[in-house]
């Protein structure tokens, strides 16, 4: 990340949960911190992009393991961690994930429930900051800032609702845990919604994802996306009641979009056609966009910025999937754990004479070969990645070190640090092919042909067209983006999350939809008396024999 460098000003932040202790990265006297309209900036906005990604456990939106992402891609039909002999048990967690049997005690819940809180406090706390300095600033620069600092709490509230549904929505600096209280989940919807259209048309309209004073900012575009997700996802989001086993009707959800009536679904194209007007487009080579220098991107629209001499922001997934000697002979180390699912290997075509072209760049598979020398085991023998080899428990297995294709997409930055973790990639979030598929979407939900933005996706990847239907749209936003964080809303939409798929059984009853939102941490509830079962509570169904 090329970006301004910030200090991190604050103090023990009353959260919704607890609380909690922040070591400051530069300690400043508040009248420094704030003397300017630059400095406020710095210390009151660009501190809060410190936290879009992350080193520690939980924290960061991507990059990290235990967190959002882990939550969004390891409970789906996309990816699994095996148990392999000694490794990867973690007392269950990864098996408890792909199955389902979370439970509101898991410590991981809660460090992620806590990270995403922790960031709406701060940001809460910089809208303070900024209106008691609001003499330091002309009235376009107070307007810019507040704008900023609401669009970013926005995306924090936007993942609160998506993991937990019915959440406190707190908008004012040491809020008294008295006074917080959840939010049904259609209420904490058009918050963000409202946040979001309020603020757009005040950010900045730059792209986010390219080196310069923008780069990993909250910009229009991003915004623009972020509201198409949501409208997309409007049934979800709208229904109060997860587990009746009925939605609210998305062509009857509607929206004021630039003095327009519109449903969900002509909400979702409009937002992406906004994306479309302002220059976004299909990058001619889609590995490109997860390249070692991937600012110059016309597709990413919302990226981690990275760079492994300025920040410690760290990408740890491909360090997690290699295996050992698969990293020595890159220089690193490596995990050996992380690998597809039989059902995306499926879907890929593997094994067949129709394999996708995207195949090859998204998993390593087969014999590993490095710098044109096959990699080898510790006996000698090369490393073949087994795919095809997939169980949740690998232990005596003969596959048990090798099974399952392993992640690749991003290209190799092999000066990375850290054993590969700190690398220059910047790491994707939201790009343009994604808004192309929810345009496909929303135009079949709504009774129309999605077909040209489907296949403008598939074409460009040399792959043959196909009918729009919503099947084929799911399959290809597997294939499009695979490990890119976005399978579990995409299963709960289609109504697919709670079903049994590849080698996961359904949990008793759990097509009422009760695992469609993670519960309310416990540790959250002891907190703040306030908070309440969701609803989302489940019982922990492992028997000691199961495999």
């Not at 109060?240 to 679904?265: C, E, M, Y």
């Amino acid at each position: 990340m090329k970006a301004i460098k910030t200090f991190c000003l604050f103090l023990c932040l009353p959260l919704l949960t607890a609380c909690l202790d922040e070591t400051p990265k530069g300690q400043l006297d508040e009248k420094q911190a704030y003397a300017t309209a630059t400095a406020l900036y710095i210390n009151a906005v660009a501190s809060l992009y410190n936290y879009i990604g992350g080193s520690n456990d939980s924290q960061g939106l991507q990059g990290t393991y235990r967190g959002v992402y882990d939550y969004n891609t390891f409970t789906t039909d996309e990816a699994i961690i095996p148990i392999r002999g000694g490794d990867w048990y973690d007392g269950g967690f990864w098996q408890h994930l792909y199955r389902h049997e979370w439970t509101a005690d898991d410590e991981a819940l809660y460090d992620t429930w806590s990270y995403l809180y922790k960031v709406v406090v701060l940001c809460n706390r910089s809208l303070s900051v900024i209106d008691s300095h609001k003499h330091l600033l002309t009235a376009t620069q107070l307007s810019q800032y507040t704008a900023e600092v609401r669009a970013v709490r926005a995306l924090f509230y936007y993942e609160l609702l998506d993991l937990f549904a019915s959440v406190p929505i707190d908008t004012v600096y040491s809020t008294p845990l008295e006074d917080v209280r959840p939010a049904p989940r259609s209420e904490v919807f058009r918050f963000v919604v409202s946040e979001l259209q309020q603020t757009a048309t005040l950010l900045a309209r730059e792209r986010s994802n390219s080196e310069g004073n923008y780069y990993g900012r909250v910009t229009r575009p991003v915004a623009w996306f972020l509201l198409a997700r949501l409208a997309l996802n409007a049934e979800v989001y709208c229904d109060d009641d997860w587990t009746d086993g009925h939605r609210p009707d998305g062509s009857k959800i509607f929206f004021n979009v630039d003095g327009r009536q519109l449903n969900a679904w002509q909400t979702c194209e409009a937002y992406v056609d906004s994306l479309t007007a302002f220059g976004y487009r299909l990058a001619d080579d889609y590995a490109s966009n997860f390249a070692v220098h991937n600012e110059t991107s016309v597709e990413n629209i919302f990226t981690i910025p990275m760079d492994k001499q300025l920040y410690t922001n760290e990408f740890k997934n491909l360090f997690r999937s290699r295996h050992y000697n698969h990293g020595g002979a890159l220089g690193m180390d490596a995990e050996n754990g992380s690998c597809a699912t039989l059902y995306a290997v499926r879907a890929y075509g593997y094994g067949t004479d129709s394999v996708d072209s995207r195949w090859a760049i998204n998993f390593f598979a087969d014999t590993v070969s490095v710098d044109g020398h096959i990699v080898s085991l510790d006996n000698g023998q090369p490393l073949i990645y087994q795919p095809l080899a997939v169980a949740i428990n690998l232990t005596g297995n003969e596959y048990e070190k090798t099974g399952g294709a392993r992640m690749s997409k991003y290209e190799i930055d092999r000066t990375a640090y850290s054993d590969g973790k700190l690398q220059n990639n910047d790491i994707v979030l939201f790009r343009y092919a994604d808004a192309l598929l929810m345009k496909a979407e929303a135009k079949v939900r709504d009774g129309g042909d999605g077909s040209a933005e489907l296949n403008s996706v598939r074409r460009r990847v040399g792959m043959p067209s196909r009918p729009a239907t919503l099947d084929n749209i799911l399959q290809e936003r597997l294939l499009e983006l695979m490990w890119e964080g976005c399978r579990r809303p995409d299963l709960i939409r289609f109504g697919r999350f709670g079903q049994s798929y590849d080698i996961r059984q359904a949990l008793p009853n759990e097509d009422k939809g009760y695992t469609t939102v993670f519960p309310i941490p416990t540790k959250a509830i002891n907190l703040n008396g306030n908070l309440k079962d969701n609803g989302a509570k489940q019982k922990v169904y492992c028997p000691k024999n199961r495999n």
